[in-house]
Every structure is written in structure tokens, then in C-alpha cells.
């Protein structure tokens, strides 16, 4: 069983930045693909940002150009930095880890961003 745990969320202000860690129990190159997820209140969660185990990445439109994913395979973390941050990024933000079989989760971490 794959374990992810997530860390660095954080209240900031609109225009800040941080920067979120996913810590995985098994080597991060060893899967399909690793994601960051957000759900925020009331809404369907939603795919952020992807690394491809090659290490191509794809964003979601409303993220692209404010927030870069990242992935240290020597540490077994991915990262996501966001920046320009808007009260619109407000979410529970979790990180996915696939194969071709299975998908696991992160138990989460809560960004808020102030106006």
C-alpha cells in the first residue's frame, strides 16, 4: 500500500505564494503519473497540475502560468509551488499517485487565500 502525505498549506494573502509537498512511501518515478487535486467548498474536485513519469507536466487553464509541479525522485516528494495566489485557489488540496491499476491519495491539506 502506497502512502502519501501531503504538507504546506497555509492562510495567505492574495498575490503570495507557497509551496505544497507530497511525500510518497515508494519511489516517485515508479508511477504512471503524479498529480495535485484541490476541491473546494461545494464543488467537484478538479485536477491542477500532472508529472508523467518521463517528466512532462500538464496544468489545469485557470493554474497555468502561476503554479509549477515538480518532483525530487531522490527524496520521493513532489511539490507544487503556486504563486499569484487568489482567494479563487481556496481548496483542500490533495496529491494522486496512478498506476495502471490503481490510484492513492493524500489525506489532504487546507490552502486558504485571504482578499
Known amino acids: 500500500q502506497v502512502q502519501l502525505v501531503e504538507s504546506g498549506g497555509n492562510l495567505v494573502q492574495a498575490g503570495g505564494s507557497l509551496r505544497l509537498s507530497c511525500a510518497a512511501s515508494?519511489?516517485?518515478?515508479?508511477?504512471?503519473?503524479m498529480g495535485w487535486h484541490r476541491q473546494a467548498p461545494g464543488k467537484e474536485r478538479e485536477s491542477v497540475a500532472i508529472?508523467?513519469?518521463?517528466?512532462?507536466?500538464n496544468y489545469a487553464a485557470s493554474v497555468k502560468g502561476r503554479f509549477t509541479i515538480s518532483r525530487d525522485d531522490a527524496k520521493n516528494t513532489v511539490y507544487l509551488q503556486m504563486d499569484s495566489l487568489t482567494p479563487e485557489d481556496t481548496a483542500v488540496y490533495y496529491c494522486n499517485a496512478r498506476e495502471i491499476m490503481s490510484s492513492y491519495w493524500g489525506q489532504g491539506t487546507q490552502v486558504t487565500v485571504s482578499s
Open positions: 515508494r519511489s516517485t518515478s515508479s508511477f504512471l503519473f
Open positions: 508529472i508523467f513519469g518521463g517528466g512532462t507536466t
